[in-house]
T-cell receptor
Framework: EAGVAQSPRYKIIEKRQSVAFWCNPI?????LYWYQQILGQGPKLLIQ????????DSQLPKDRFSAERLKGVDSTLKIQPAKLEDSAVYLC??????????FGEGSRLTVL | EDQVTQSPEALRLQEGESSSLNCSYT??????LFWYRQDPGKGPEFLFT???AGEEKEKERLKATLTKKESFLHITAPKPEDSATYLC?????????FGTGTSLTVIP
């Protein structure tokens, strides 16, 4: 079974530039999460989708972050404009039913 | 406020020296507690799910236990390849709350 795919794995940008991350979930997993993990910290939820609808985006900085999930499958997370404090690993996770999350390898963002 | 606290933040063990990692939580309506392993530059990898107090799960040198307020991850006779960050997470249904992790280093 293929895992959660994320790209790009690494991205370096200047502050105020924009960046987009892509996630392809495990086939059949209806629930998709984007997490932000700052070095030395645990993952922090940004947004949760159930199919293509948003379940929880209460911690998403909506002035600069946006996310969508097309047709309930792939998802993109965009940051525009980026700030220095956005430097982190962005993790996509999916879930089929009540149970564990399956994570991708993450996309590491460095904002200079 | 729902919270997950892990201790210690970092742990250095000699190969073969057994120890335990702690995860304490304060959430309403626990629906499950999860342990993950995270290697540098990788996403978290699922280890165990525990659902009710008294439950135990084992995998190789790892054993996870759960009480009403905390969980322990026991590592028996660790090897250098067990070096990683171990994350604890709890769920109340849809929401997952993660701790900050314990960074384990096993010295040969």
């Amino acid at each position: 079974e293929a895992g959660v795919a994320q790209s790009p794995r690494y991205k370096i940008i200047e502050k105020r530039q924009s960046v987009a991350f892509w996630c392809n979930p495990i086939s059949g997993h209806a629930t998709l999460y984007w997490y932000q993990q700052i070095l030395g910290q645990g993952p922090k939820l940004l947004i949760q989708f159930q199919n293509n609808g948003v379940v929880d985006d209460s911690q998403l900085p909506k002035d600069r972050f946006s996310a969508e999930r097309l047709k309930g499958v792939d998802s993109t997370l965009k940051i525009q404009p980026a700030k220095l404090e956005d430097s982190a690993v962005y993790l996509c996770a999916t879930r089929w039913a009540p149970g564990e999350l399956f994570f991708g390898e993450g996309s590491r963002l460095t904002v200079l | 406020e729902d919270q997950v606290t892990q201790s210690p933040e970092a742990l250095r063990l000699q190969e073969g020296e057994s120890s335990s990692l702690n995860c304490s939580y304060t959430v309403s309506g626990l629906r499950g507690l999860f342990w993950y392993r995270q290697d540098p530059g990788k996403g978290p990898e699922f280890l165990f799910t525990l659902y009710s107090a008294g439950e135990e799960k084992e995998k190789e040198r790892l054993k996870a236990t759960l009480t009403k307020k905390e969980s322990f991850l026991h590592i028996t006779a660790p090897k250098p390849e067990d070096s990683a960050t171990y994350l604890c997470a709890v769920t109340t249904g849809n929401q997952f709350y993660f701790g900050t992790g314990t960074s384990l280093t096993v010295i040969p």
